[in-house]
């Protein structure tokens, strides 16, 4: 019974995989229970994407003199063909554009948060060196808190598309939303890799509200939240292409949508979604190891 839980070692216990499992599960459990006393923060996560989505609707509507107009004038600026020819069926797709944008913003900005807040806390409470002393490998500990950041962050991603068909009366199941549902989800793997790049960022300079702050309005910017980012320059454009969220947001809006992907055919997009899936991971993984070790060798994670 005991093998199926602990490996063998030099005396020292190592979890198994059954162990491992639990580690994993004991992580998540934890983070669950403590937002449930939160109820507020949840929600509060699902109307700020319909209200971030509101702003440039309301706003191009004002200056262009109709919703209709607004639209126009975004697809042509923009450089992106809407499907339809009526200027109704183009509004809808620019109200919808707006929403999904906003949403996926969202998935991406709780995954930085919840990581880089949650090394945070573990450094201010004293707990984190205690868990370089547990035997469970901290690969297991970050794979339990991402579960969490996931769990939560699709949470708000459904509640938020329910809400925002709702207020802006638009339909997201009438395009190929299982793809652009498949999508989001290849795209996660990516978001994990970057929120262990933050995580390694907040534990080396020892904060994270002013670098949440600063990188969330950057993330926007770069990810292209209300436009698409081929109105950037040549050189930041193709920085931003580069960026994975960029990529996951504009998977999700071409197949949703109907419009041509900034990247090219939907092979192009599933074959570079793949890329990033397997490569940021490892790199982001790779990246906070090395900064863990430099921060446990030269002052001690537990310091602050």
Known sequence: MAAETVSKGFGLGRPGSRGSLGVIWSVFRARIKIITRYKGAVLLESIIPVVFAGLPILLGSAVAGSEQAAAANFFSYTGTT???????DCATLFRLYMLMGSNTFMIVSLMLWLIGYWVRRE??????????????????ILAGVTSYTLVRSLLAFVTATVLGSIVFQVNPLSGL???????????????????????????????????????????????????PVTVFPLLLRWTAMAFPPTLMNDAIRSTLLGITSIYGPWYVVLGLMLMAAWTVPLLGYQFFGLVERRVRRDQGVGQF
């Open 123 to 140: 450094q201010e409470t004293g707990t984190l060196e205690a868990l370089y002393l547990a035997p469970a490998k901290r690969l297991y």
């Open 177 to 227: 939303f299982g793809a652009a549902i498949a999508y989001l989800v290849l795209g996660i793997p990516a978001l994990w890799g970057i929120s262990f790049f933050f995580g390694a960022l907040v534990m080396r300079i020892k904060e994270a509200n002013s670098v949440i702050q600063l990188l969330q309005w950057v993330l926007a910017f770069a990810m292209g939240v209300y436009f």
């Open 82 to 88: 809407c499907p339809s020819a009526l200027p109704s």
